[in-house]
Every structure is written in C-alpha cells, then in structure tokens.
T-cell receptor
Framework: NAGVTQTPKFQVLKTGQSMTLQCAQD?????MSWYRQDPGMGLRLIHY???????DQGEVPNGYNVSRSTTEDFPLRLLSAAPSQTSVYFC??????????????FGSGTRLTVV | RKEVEQDPGPFNVPEGATVAFNCTYS??????FFWYRQDCRKEPKLLMS???SGNEDGRFTAQLNRASQYISLLIRDSKLSDSATYLC???????????FGAGTTVTVRA
C-alpha cells in the first residue's frame, strides 16, 4: 500500500546542475501533479497531467520539465538549478471522475536546496 | 491579490477550547472547497470537503459563504493532536487543479 512515492527525500544541488525528482503512484490514478511549497506562499502548481502522454503547465512552470510515459510515473526535471528553486516539492495524484480534490494523495515531499 | 488568503496565525489555544478561522477566495465562480491538514514537515492530507449547506465531521465544522466568498473551519474541544497547519483549498474551474492558501497554524497547549 505505497500510495505516492517520491524520491529523493532530500537533495542539495549546485547552481546550474540538473536533476530529476521522481514520483510514482500505485493506485492507477489518472491525474498527477507537482507542487512547490515555499514559506508564506502556499502550494503552487508547477505541472500536471491528466493521463499518460498528456502534460500541461501550471502556475510556475519555468525552469521545470515533465513527462508522463506511463500512468504510474510523473518525473519532474530541473533543467539548470537556481537558488530560487530551493523549496519543498510535492507530487500528488487523484483518480479522475471523483469529486475534485477529494481523492488527492500527496507524496511525502522532496526538500531541495540549491546553493 | 492572492486567489486564496488565510490568516497565518498562529492561534494558540488551550486544550478543550474552540478555535475558528476563515479563508477568503477571489474567484466568485469557484466550484469546490476543502480543508487540508498539514503537520510540520509532512505532506498535506484532506481533512474535509466544504459543502454549501455547511457540514460537520466530529469536532470539525466547515461553513461556506458564497456571497462573501469565504469558508470557515471551527474546531471544538481542541486536542493536542489538532496542532497543525490548516490549508484552505479551492477549485476554481472544475478541472483537476487546486489552489492552496498559505495555511493557518493552530497550536493547542496542555
């Protein structure tokens, strides 16, 4: 009963490095999304996907790429890390057709520091 | 102006007390409303949905006021375990995207 699994839990990057945050869910959820959480700002949507092969931008997509080749996986790629990307990143998933937001399951988060 | 605004608190209350706080939203066409709970350094978890007629879940009562564009959460008989940050969450467009408030922190003391 894993739910949504995010890896790594912690990461320190140097400015300019690239990396991929992994997110996998085993609930056969069609909808997946990435949020970042910064102090005093709430969670902000980066990218989302309504199914395999379909992705779209959220509120703060710049500097991030996503892909959705399978229903289970939704990795988030940082192209060239910047200190402004220091944040806590959450992946969330939901089954389509249910009341919106009711079935949102979050991963435990990735704490990223860019120096 | 933020789409969803909350009083950050903190609300410091003794065990057994009642605490209530509001959240305002900017889009009058908002479709769905929720309260999520987030413990320190943990992921958000759904606490309850908010219905137009108001609804209760044990010691928690949620209200929606569409005319004034706010939702509220009331916690009765507070427990130490209620200490957390409560996130107001709104769906504006009936798709799968949710907008989150920055959260209201509640600390219940013995």
């Amino acid at each position: 009963n894993a739910g949504v699994t995010q890896t790594p839990k912690f990461q320190v990057l140097k400015t300019g490095q690239s990396m991929t945050l992994q997110c996998a869910q085993d609930m056969n959820h069609e909808y997946m999304s990435w949020y970042r959480q910064d102090p005093g700002m709430g969670l902000r949507l980066i990218h989302y996907s309504v199914g395999a092969g379909i992705t779209d931008q959220g509120e703060v997509p710049n500097g991030y790429n996503v892909s959705r080749s399978t229903t289970e996986d939704f990795p988030l790629r940082l192209l060239s890390a910047a200190p402004s990307q220091t944040s806590v990143y959450f992946c969330a998933s939901s089954r389509k057709g249910r009341k919106i937001g009711y079935g949102y399951t979050f991963g435990s988060g990735t704490r990223l520091t860019v120096v | 102006r933020k789409e969803v605004e909350q009083d950050p608190g903190p609300f410091n209350v003794p065990e057994g007390a009642t605490v209530a706080f509001n959240c305002t939203y900017s889009n009058s066409a908002s479709q769905s409303f929720f309260w999520y709970r987030q413990d320190c350094r943990k992921e958000p978890k759904l606490l309850m949905s908010v219905y137009s007629s108001g609804n209760e879940d044990g010691r928690f009562t949620a209200q929606l006021n569409r005319a004034s564009q706010y939702i509220s959460l009331l916690i009765r008989d507070s427990k130490l375990s209620d200490s957390a940050t409560y996130l107001c969450v709104v769906n504006f467009s009936n798709d799968y995207k949710l907008s989150f408030g920055a959260g209201t922190t509640v600390t219940v003391r013995a």
